[in-house]
C-alpha cells in the first residue's frame, strides 16, 4: 500500500495565503492618499489575538493599545470560508503577519497593513456567523456556526441597509487581473451601504440597497474581450435598490470584498488539473490527493485507510463486504471513495464529519422508513391557528393559493378561511406548515408596482389637387335680330351660358333674348364645396348673327393638416387598463319582427394596456390602438374610418418606441376630352378638362412606459 499526501500542510497554507490575498487587494485600492496617512501619527495599535473554544463558539479576542471606539466593519465570504475586519487608524505590532490558531474554528490570521489602516483576514473551518464587541481595550469577536439556509456557496454578508437612504452608486468600472481574473469595481458614495450578493444560476447576483442608480449608469457592458470568465456586466434601476447583473461562462469562482466606499466582485477561472482522472470526475471533488495500490485488500480494510487519510469518521454497516483490487495514483480522496463505492455497490450519507457507508437498497430502505416516521407523525402533530393580516393581496386570491388541490400548501388537515371585510386570513395547521405560510405571504404580500403608459397617435396629410376646365359656345342667326323677326338655324347643344341681352345694339324695338349655345361642357368641378374661379370672352359680328363664347374655370387646393392624440392611463403591474374618448353614431338596425331600431357604433380614440415589468425594470406592453374617426356619408348612414394597432413590445423604463407606422400616398391624373380636338397643340385645353391629385398621409403610434415608484425615487 502506497498513501501520498503531497505537502499537505505546506498546500493549506498557500490556499489560505493566496485566499487572503485576493481580500487584502482592496484595502491596498483604498491607500491611495499614503503621503497624508504616513505623515499622521497611528492613533492605535492591534498587539496580540487568541482564541477559545466554548461549546460551538469560538471566541476571539483581539488586543489594542488603546480602547477602541466601536467595533470594526467587516464582511464574511462563505466559499472559502473567510472573515475580514478593517481596523482605521491602525498598525499590526504584534510582530508577525501570519498567526496560526490551535483551537477552535479559527485556522489562521492574516493581518496586512496599507497606510493607515489594518486589514485582518480570518481563515475559517466552516463558515460561521460572527458579532463584533469591544470589551475595554479588547475587541472580542463571537463566531457561531451558520445555518443550513445561510452557508450556501454564494452567501455573502457586507454592512446592512440604511434606513436613512439617499445613498448611490458613482461609477461601474471593469478591471482583468494578472491571472486572467474579472474584476468589477463599484464607487460608492456611503461606505455603509447594505450589500447582497449572491449566485443565481450561471449569474452573479449584487443588490446595492436603498441605493439609486444614475441614468448614465443604466447600461450592459459587454466585457467579453477583456480575456475573463465575464462576459458581460448589467446594471440597472429594481425598486429601491440598484441591481448589477455579473454573466460569467465556463468554470469559475468569485470572490467579494469592499475597502471604504469601494466595492469589489472578482470572479477567477478554474483551471482543470491535468493530474485529474479525465473519465468519472465530479465537479465537487477536490480533496486531497492520495495514492493507493492494493491486490485483493478486504473492502473495509480499505474504508478505514480512507478515513485515516481524510479524519473522518467513516461508520461502515455489517453487510458491507467482499474485496477488490485496485491501483489509484494522485487521485483525490473523494474520487477514490465514489470509485470504491460504486464498483461494490454502495452508498453513503453524510452527517457533519460522519459518513455513513451502507449498500444502496439499505440505505433507500432506511430513508424511506424515516420519511414514513415523519409522516405519521406529521398526522399527529397538533394543529395550531394563525391570523394573518393581508396589505396588498386580496384575501380570497389567498385563499386559491393556499387551498389549490393541484399543488397543496397546507397538510391534510389543514384548512384556510377568509375574512374579505377585513382582508385577514385564518390559517389552522402543523407549526412546520404555519411558517410556510408564513413565507409564501411575505412573498406574495407587496406593493404592486404602477405603470404610467403614453401614447401619442401622430397623423399628418399633405393633400394637392388641382382642376382645370373650359366652356366653348357657338351660334349663328340667319337674321338680322334687331328688327324682331326670329328666324334662323342654331347648331349645338342649347344650353345656354349667358344672356346678350345687354350687349350694344343686341336688341331692336322687340328685343329678344338669346341664350348662348355651349356645344363643349367640360367646366372644372369643385373641391371640397369650393366652386372654381371661372374667365369668359365672346366674340360677335357687327349684325350680331354669330358668336364665339369661350369660359376658362380652374381650381387648385393646398391642404396640410396634423393631428395629435395622446392618450394617457396609469395601472398597476400586469393589471389591464382602457381609456376611450369619442363619438357614438346612431344607425337603424332591423330586427326579427321587421321593425327598426337605433342602435350606436363607436368612433373613438381608444387605448388598451397590459404592462408587465421585468426583473430587469424593463417593461412588456401588450397594448392595443384604436384611432377611429367619421368617414362619409352613405346611404346606411356614416362610415368609420378605422386606425388599429395591436401589438406587445419590450420597451425600457422611460424609453420610447414606435410600435406602428402607415405612410400612404396617392397621385391620380383625370383627363376629359373631346376626341381628336382635345389632342390638338395649345387648342385642345378648350376641349378638355384636367385634375391632378397628389395625397400624402402618414399614421405613427409612440409608446413610452414608465415606472411611477421609480421615478419617484429618481426625483
Given amino acids: 500500500m502506497t498513501t501520498t499526501t503531497r505537502g499537505m500542510a505546506a498546500m493549506a497554507r498557500a490556499a489560505w495565503r493566496a485566499a487572503a490575498a485576493a481580500l487584502l487587494a482592496g484595502l491596498a485600492l483604498a491607500a491611495a492618499p499614503q503621503a497624508l496617512a504616513q505623515a499622521q501619527a497611528q492613533a492605535n495599535s492591534i498587539e496580540s489575538v487568541s482564541s477559545s473554544q466554548q461549546g460551538n463558539v469560538t471566541y476571539l479576542r483581539i488586543g489594542l493599545r488603546n480602547a477602541p471606539s466601536a467595533a470594526p466593519t467587516g464582511f464574511s465570504v462563505s466559499s472559502p470560508p473567510r472573515i475580514a475586519f478593517d481596523f482605521a487608524g491602525t498598525d499590526n505590532r504584534t510582530g508577525r503577519n501570519s498567526l496560526e490558531l490551535p483551537q477552535g474554528d479559527v485556522r489562521s490570521v492574516a493581518i496586512v497593513q496599507a497606510g493607515d489602516r489594518s486589514r485582518m483576514v480570518l481563515n475559517l473551518k466552516r463558515p460561521l456567523s460572527y458579532t463584533a464587541s469591544v470589551e475595554g481595550n479588547s475587541v472580542v469577536v463571537a463566531l457561531e456556526p451558520v445555518a443550513a439556509a445561510e452557508s450556501g456557496p454564494s452567501a455573502h454578508t457586507f454592512a446592512r441597509a440604511s434606513a436613512k437612504g439617499g445613498a448611490a452608486l458613482r461609477d461601474i468600472d471593469f478591471r482583468r487581473g494578472k491571472e486572467g481574473e474579472g474584476r468589477v469595481v463599484v464607487d460608492l458614495s456611503d461606505p455603509g451601504v447594505g450589500v447582497d450578493i ?174 414514513e416516521a415523519r409522516a405519521q407523525i406529521s398526522d399527529i402533530e397538533p394543529v395550531r391557528t394563525e391570523t394573518f393580516q393581508l396589505n396588498y393581496q386580496k384575501a380570497d386570491a389567498l385563499h386559491r393559493l393556499l387551498a389549490n388541490e393541484k399543488q397543496r400548501v397546507l397538510s391534510k388537515r389543514g384548512s384556510v378561511v377568509v375574512d374579505e371585510r377585513t382582508n385577514k386570513v385564518f390559517v389552522q395547521d402543523t407549526s412546520a406548515r404555519l411558517e410556510e405560510v408564513r413565507k409564501i405571504i411575505a412573498q406574495v404580500d407587496v406593493p404592486v408596482r404602477q405603470v404610467l403608459i403614453e401614447a401619442r397617435i401622430v397623423e399628418a396629410d399633405d393633400r394637392f389637387t388641382r382642376n382645370l376646365g373650359a366652356r366653348l359656345g357657338y351660334n349663328h342667326v340667319g337674321a338680322r335680330i334687331g328688327h324682331g323677326l326670329g328666324r334662323g338655324t342654331v347648331s349645338g347643344n342649347l344650353q345656354g351660358a349667358h344672356d346678350l341681352t345687354n350687349l350694344p345694339g343686341a336688341l331692336g324695338s322687340g328685343g329678344t333674348a338669346l341664350a348662348n349655345t355651349n356645344f363643349v361642357n367640360l367646366p372644372a368641378t369643385n373641391i371640397s364645396g369650393v366652386n372654381p374661379s371661372s374667365f369668359a370672352i365672346s366674340l360677335f359680328n357687327s349684325s350680331l348673327t354669330k358668336f364665339l363664347n369661350l369660359e376658362l374655370s380652374a381650381l387648385e387646393a393646398d391642404q396640410r393638416g396634423k393631428v395629435v392624440s395622446s392618450p394617457r392611463v396609469l395601472t398597476a403591474d400586469q393589471g389591464k387598463a382602457i381609456i376611450e374618448q369619442g363619438t357614438e353614431l346612431p344607425y337603424q338596425q332591423a330586427t326579427s319582427s321587421g321593425a327598426t331600431s337605433i342602435s350606436f357604433r363607436k368612433a373613438n380614440l381608444k387605448l388598451e394596456v397590459t404592462p408587465q415589468i421585468t426583473p430587469e425594470g424593463n417593461v412588456i406592453l401588450a397594448v392595443e390602438v384604436n384611432r377611429d374617426a367619421v368617414g362619409q356619408l352613405t346611404p346606411a348612414g356614416y362610415a368609420i374610418d378605422t386606425r388599429r394597432v395591436q401589438t406587445q413590445v419590450l420597451v425600457e423604463n422611460g424609453g420610447t418606441v414606435v410600435i406602428g407606422g402607415i405612410y400612404e400616398q396617392t397621385e391620380r391624373n383625370n383627363v376629359n376630352k373631346v376626341p381628336l380636338l382635345g389632342d390638338l397643340p395649345v387648342v385642345g385645353h378648350a376641349f378638355k378638362n384636367t385634375s391632378v391629385t397628389n395625397n400624402r398621409t402618414e399614421l405613427l403610434v409612440f409608446l413610452t412606459p414608465r415606472v411611477v415608484i421609480e421615478t419617484a425615487m429618481a426625483r
Fill in 198 to 371: 449572491r449566485q443565481e444560476g450561471r449569474t452573479i447576483v449584487v443588490d446595492f440597497l436603498n441605493a439609486a442608480l444614475p441614468e448614465n449608469l443604466r447600461r450592459r457592458l459587454d466585457v467579453g474581450d477583456f480575456g475573463t470568465p465575464v462576459t458581460a456586466v448589467r446594471a440597472f434601476q429594481r425598486g429601491d435598490g440598484a441591481r448589477l447583473v455579473i454573466e460569467p461562462q465556463g468554470d469559475w469562482e468569485h470572490n467579494a470584498y469592499q475597502s471604504d466606499t469601494q466595492f469589489v466582485v472578482e470572479v477567477k477561472p478554474v483551471r482543470a488539473d491535468p493530474a485529474r482522472l479525465a473519465r468519472g470526475m465530479q465537479p465537487g471533488d477536490r480533496g486531497e490527493k492520495l495514492s493507493l495500490n492494493f491486490q485483493t485488500i478486504d473492502v473495509r480494510a480499505l474504508l478505514q485507510v480512507i478515513a485515516d487519510f481524510t479524519n473522518f469518521n467513516i461508520v461502515t454497516s455489517d453487510s458491507v463486504a467482499g474485496s477488490l483490487t485496485l491501483r489509484l495514483k494522485d487521485v483525490p480522496w473523494d474520487q477514490a471513495l465514489d470509485i470504491i463505492l460504486q464498483s461494490k455497490g454502495l452508498d453513503m450519507r453524510k452527517n457533519g464529519n460522519v459518513i455513513l457507508v451502507a449498500p444502496r437498497d439499505e440505505i433507500a430502505a432506511k430513508e424511506k422508513l424515516d420519511f
